[in-house]
């Protein structure tokens, strides 16, 4: 590293990435020879691979001095591997990327461009279509987008990803938000500072497999809006006030109706949906509360987000990030 040139950090996360990775360093590379105002330094994240993906990452620091990695005593998901890659991560400019090429490295310049003169604080990319995907992913996509803005009330573009290159003040506040549960999507706009977004088309995987299924991602939607919206627990207690009201009125209705004309109370039928209907509610709204009584459960416990099996950042890097929790 030259101490003249400012340094991008490339933060890359990768879980059984070993088809791809070497493509990804090298398809990277290449680019970033063209950047030569700045120095670069790639931090990649073993997030428990059970493939060769270690390997591969010692064998290219081995040959590249700026090649750095941190590996996790297991799988600790994405999220976590952002983190410990964001807090590894020297840079003057900081930038996230899958290591599946679906983030293409060629954007990097144009991103780099509308950074450096200081007018934006970060910089991301939203997808405007996404190839091989079936209808009902698109449209649970969509709705998601659509629901995060709302509840979180910060906006998060249809199609945002997490390829985002960001300036060193920025990382340090999100670093700076000490949450268990990360929802990275979330932070990054709850973070405030000027975000600039660049629409591209989104390419297909290069390798290897996508880590998610439809069941985890519904999983990630739920956490998403647990870990930045209290709404949910409001319109539980809403809707329950109203209910609560209507039923009253209801039964006012039949004491009355009762008094005056003596009818027969009648609808068994009626009554069992009703009850179903009522105890289905009911469920539905402790599992809502449920939710944030395990969320607040993870955090009280305080545990470490990630554990670091092994990696070659220098020692006293090593111990600064243990001492982070
Ligand atoms: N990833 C990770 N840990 C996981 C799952 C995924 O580090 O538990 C990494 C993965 O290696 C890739 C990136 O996160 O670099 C995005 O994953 P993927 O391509 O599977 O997601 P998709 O592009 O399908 O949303
Ligand atoms: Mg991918």
Partial sequence: MSDDKLLLSLVVPCCNEEEVLQNFYDTTLAVLNGMTELSYEFVFIDDGSKDKTLSI???????????????????????AGILAGLRAAAGDYVVLM???????????????????????DSVAMKRTH???????????????FKLMTKLAENDIPEGA?????MSRQFVDSVLSLTEYNRFTKGIFGWVGYETYWISYKDEQRAAGKSKWKSGSLFKYSIDGMVAFSTKPLAFASAFGLLLFVLSTITMLVFFIKTLIWGDPVAGFPT???????????????????????????????????????????????NDKLSEEK
């Fill in 57 to 79: 990452m010692k064998e290219l620091a081995k040959t590249d001095k700026n090649v750095r990695y941190i590996s996790f005593s297991r799988n600790f998901g994405k999220e």
């Fill in 98 to 120: 899958d290591a599946d090429l679906q983030h293409p490295p060629k954007y990097l310049p144009e991103m780099y461009d509308k950074l450096k003169d200081g007018k934006y």
């Fill in 130 to 144: 996404r190839k091989g995907e079936g209808l009902f992913r698109r449209l649970f996509s969509k709705m998601f």
């Fill in 161 to 165: 990803t997490d390829f985002r290159m």
């Fill in 271 to 317: 009554l069992i949906c009703v009850i179903l209907m009522m105890s289905g509610l009911q469920i539905l709204f402790l599992g809502i509360l449920g939710q944030y009584f395990a969320k607040a459960y993870m955090e009280v416990k305080g545990r470490p987000v990630y554990i670091t099996k092994e990696s070659n950042l220098e020692k006293n890097e």
